[in-house]
């Protein structure tokens, strides 16, 4: 199989993570190109949990817009590592760094696979919780993929209440924060609309929507922001659709956000819409 750890040879460090680190490598017979996602045998039990649930998820999904699992490796040393694709132009977030701001046009592109991914996951009970840019990997196709399913949610049961503060908190939804005031209407897969929604303001913006550029989020301040404020909105300047649509993503009533199949239809990533016109 591709996973024969002995065939790997790791050609440089791609990201490090909370206990994990990624590495490019390439397998020596083939000199195919991978991504091995390494989290060390003596690292503290939470790490090994995500692995774990990272592992479980993948193996359950089959999707173009899901980063593809190619094995897992399980060293005697206690070692354990994800043997997956390798997406050749990084993240959402280093395409921000390097490329600056993205047009409407890529950026529809890029909502509407990542929309594709979320319909998949969510029909199949997944919820992400932690939907950024530094989650969503890019190739030089500019083919759009969701990876890092560490702190991922399977909901067994309909009513399972998904209210820990996992994830990054700058993209929590408000329900994430306050469940108990959406009269039990709470429905965790609407907070991967919300993050989602940031994420596309951050890409054509710059910066981080919900704080002023340059200044570096506080967990206070950024609850307040999210709670208490405003959803944050796109400057002047940008077309109705794309105005729409941010609003479709960031409704604070989790229960008038739209779903994922909802905003595929949407006449911003819907091209078949666009056209029309
Ligand atoms: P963490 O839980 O540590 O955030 P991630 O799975 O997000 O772990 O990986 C950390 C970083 O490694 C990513 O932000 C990205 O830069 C890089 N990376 C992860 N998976 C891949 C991949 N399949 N191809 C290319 N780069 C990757
Ligand atoms: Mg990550």
Redesign the pocket.
């Known amino acids: 199989s591709a996973a024969a750890a002995t065939d790997l040879e790791k050609l440089q460090v ?5 206990g ?1 680190t ?1 590495y ?1 490598v390439r397998q020596k017979r083939s000199g195919v190109a991978y ?1 091995l ?1 390494v989290v060390h045998g003596d690292s503290d039990p939470t790490v090994r949990r ?1 692995i774990f649930r990272e592992m479980e998820i993948l193996r359950r999904t089959d999707s173009p817009y899901i ?1 593809h699992c190619h094995g897992i490796l399980d060293e005697s040393c206690g070692d354990i590592a994800i043997l ?5 132009a ?2 959402l ?2 395409l921000l760094k390097t490329n600056g701001t993205l047009s409407e046009t890529s950026l529809s592109n890029i909502a509407r696979q990542v929309l594709n991914g979320l319909t998949y996951l969510h029909t199949h009970k997944i919820i992400h919780r932690d939907i950024k840019p ?2 969503l ?1 890019v190739n030089h196709n500019m083919e759009v993929k969701i ?2 399913f ?1 702190v991922s949610k399977i909901m067994y049961r309909t009513l399972d209440p998904c209210n820990s503060y996992v994830g990054t908190c700058a993209y929590m939804s408000p329900e994430r924060f306050d469940p108990d005031s959406h009269g039990g209407n709470y429905n965790g897969y609407a907070g991967d609309i919300w993050s989602l929604g940031l994420t596309m303001l951050e890409l054509y913006m710059g910066h981080f929507p919900l704080m002023p550029p340059g200044q570096r989020p506080d967990w206070a301040t950024l609850m307040c922001a999210i709670c208490f404020g405003e959803p944050p909105s796109l400057p002047e300047g940008v077309s109705e659709e794309f105005r729409s649509f941010i609003e479709c993503c960031l409704q604070k009533d989790s229960t008038k956000r739209w779903t994922a199949s909802q905003l595929l239809s949407h006449p911003f990533v819907c091209s078949d819409a666009k056209s029309q016109k």
């Open positions: 791609l990201g490090h993570g909370n994990g990624v490019k991504a996602k995500q980063v997956m694709e390798y997406m050749d990084g993240t977030d280093s530094s989650n990997l990876s890092d560490g």
